[in-house]
């Protein structure tokens, strides 16, 4: 079963505060993305990275950076925190031709509220 | 800007009762569309796609209609039940962006009631 997990469902973090979501995929997907959901606004395009070590801009990068250190891993940083990140956080995966087919495959998402 | 969006935030239907859902896109590059369900407390999940040479294509209980000429993008959910009770977002795929893009729609919920 394919599985995209990542490590927080809930975090709590402080104004200011250095944040890292972690996401890990076990199906050797080249491309990897970061979404964040606000309600009525749909799924937003933060980061994506197509390779190890590449990364691209999606639509709103702004006060955020990311991590492609490993294929299966990828990772996304809030240098330093806002109260308006406080956001639904979903990362998802897709084989290179995945776009094809439409399969990307989602985590259970992360919940972070700044304080 | 251009968008994907959708028509009606919120859907109510009654259990065994057909669901339409819609989506309206402005971008005429776009040439691959796929519907998403997400559950309380999940991920979405892939449902089905269609591609722009395509008016429609039809799944277990599910089918998406394609109509290029008013861009507009529908899912029609046979006797709803339940379980269907989600988000649904529309997401594209824009000929020419980046690998791997979609561009995804603000959502409709949909409520079956028993």
């Known amino acids: 079963d394919v599985k995209v997990t990542q490590s927080s469902r809930y975090l709590v973090k402080r104004t200011g505060e250095k944040v890292f979501l972690e996401c890990v995929q076990d199906?050797?997907?080249?491309?990897m993305f970061w979404y964040r959901q606000d309600p009525g606004l749909g799924l937003r395009l933060i980061y994506f990275s197509y390779d190890v070590k590449m990364k691209e801009k999606g639509d709103i990068p702004e006060g955020y950076s990311v991590s492609r250190e490993k294929k299966e891993r990828f990772s996304l940083i809030l240098e330093s925190a806002s109260t308006n990140q406080t956001s639904m956080y979903l990362c998802a995966s897709s084989f290179r031709q995945g776009i094809e087919t439409g399969e990307l495959f989602f985590g259970e998402g992360s919940r972070l509220t700044v304080l | 800007g251009e968008s994907v969006g959708l028509h009606l935030p919120t859907l109510s239907v009654q259990e065994g009762d057909n669901s339409i859902i819609n989506c309206a896109y402005s971008n005429s590059a776009s040439d691959y569309f796929i519907w998403y369900k997400q559950e309380s407390g999940k991920g979405p999940q892939f449902i089905i796609d269609i591609r722009s040479n395509m008016d429609k294509r039809q799944g277990q209980r599910v089918t998406v209609l394609l109509n290029k000429t008013v861009k507009h993008l529908s899912l029609q959910i046979a006797a709803t039940q339940p379980g269907d009770s989600a988000v649904y977002f529309c997401a594209e795929n824009r000929r020419g962006s980046t690998l791997g893009r979609l561009y995804f729609g603000r959502g409709t919920q949909l409520t079956v009631w028993p």
């Open positions: 199906m050797d997907h080249e491309n």
